[in-house]
């Protein structure tokens, strides 16, 4: 199981605006966005009870995002990573690399 504590973090490509979480479940509020100076947004969750436990079996993150406006097709990478430790002591860390194709006009 992974602890109380423990971030959900997606690094959403530089390009992408209107970053909006729609909706979560197992994470303390509702988890922040953030821009940085190069444009890039990053959702952080933190969890609220340990994920993988009889009541949380997954912790969910949803958004929603609007993607550049492109002549012709682009490929964009959203990292999703994971900072925190499981019951058992173990260090959890990244988690995946999606690739996202956006058609271009």
């Given at each position: 199981?992974?602890?109380i504590g423990a971030k959900l973090v997606i690094n959403v490509p530089?390009?992408?605006?209107s970053i909006t979480v729609t909706g979560d479940?197992?994470?303390v509020g509702t988890p922040s966005v953030t821009q940085f100076g190069d444009n890039?947004?990053?959702i952080v969750g933190v969890t609220s009870s340990e994920i993988g436990s009889t009541g949380n079996s997954a912790g969910t993150i949803?958004?929603?995002a609007k993607a550049p406006n492109i002549i012709k097709d682009e490929l964009y990478v959203m990292y999703?990573?994971?900072q925190g430790t499981t019951t058992n002591?173990?260090?959890i860390g990244p988690l995946a690399e999606i690739v996202l194709q956006v058609n271009g006009d």
């Open positions: 199981r992974i602890t530089k390009e992408w605006t479940s197992g994470f890039s947004h990053q949803t958004f929603t999703v990573l994971a002591g173990f260090t």
